[in-house]
């Protein structure tokens, strides 16, 4: 069981909007930047936002993300068939003294 | 360019040991620490551990104490993480990545993953 709780499935069709949720304790997201990222089949997982909503170089605009409280989410606008993936939140755990994540979210493009 | 390029897929037995490897380029080595990531088959991403090359500082996640070692070699910018007696549960791909602070910590960039297969 991950310590940051994300919906297991998420869909949409070309050109929708999706929103992945991220749920958390004060001890990660509430205390500390949430970052998330992309995993595309039979790849390594690949930075997609940090420190809350800021994208790498590279990463379409597409991509936003928020943070609130203990709960963060990520948008996908304007979704395309090369954005089905598993999507992972992620924050530092001041207990842990490391990072934790979310069990992932694996998006379908219908 | 940063690169972290990790060793190629193994099959082992229980009860073998094994000793994987990271070796990263395109960046000081010693100024940033390395994380080690598992994904059982089918399965999430977990934390193992991290280690800092500089001074080889290792932190491990509690789930993962006493089960791997994490080490490095500076002089040849490798990462290390390594098994003294296999199970079968170890089976899963593992990662190397790079921590990055920028006002919060995450992985900026990613070895190809490791595959580990154990199996008698």
């Known amino acids: 069981q991950s310590v940051l709780t994300q919906p297991p499935s998420a869909s949409g069709t070309p050109g929708q909007r999706v929103t992945i949720s991220c749920s958390g304790s004060t001890s990660n997201i509430g205390s500390n930047h949430v970052c998330w990222y992309q995993q595309l089949p039979g790849t390594a997982p690949k930075l997609l936002i940090y420190?809350?909503?800021q994208r790498p170089s590279g990463v379409p605009d597409r991509f936003s993300g928020s943070k609130s409280g203990t709960s963060a989410s990520l948008a996908i606008s304007g979704l395309r068939s090369e954005d089905e993936a598993d999507y992972y939140c992620a924050a530092w755990d001041d207990s842990l003294s490391g990072p934790v994540f979310g069990g992932g979210t694996r998006l379908t493009v219908l | 360019e940063v690169q972290l390029v990790q060793s190629g897929a193994e099959v082992k037995k229980p009860g073998e040991s094994l000793k994987i490897s990271c070796k990263g380029s395109g960046y000081s080595f010693t100024s940033y620490w390395i994380g080690w990531v598992r994904q059982m088959p089918g399965k999430g991403l977990e934390w193992m551990g991290i280690?800092?090359?500089?001074?080889?500082?290792?932190t491990y996640s509690p789930s993962f104490q006493g089960q791997v070692t994490i080490s490095t070699d500076k002089s040849i910018s490798t990462a290390y993480l390594q098994w003294s007696s296999l199970k079968a549960s170890d089976t899963a791909m593992y990662y190397c990545?790079?921590?990055?602070?920028?006002?919060?910590?995450?992985?900026?960039?990613w070895g190809q993953g490791t595959l580990v297969t154990v199996s008698s």
């Open positions: 990545a790079r921590r990055y602070y920028d006002l919060g910590y995450y992985f900026d960039y």
């Open positions: 280690i800092y090359p500089g001074d080889s500082d290792t």
């Open positions: 420190r809350n909503n």
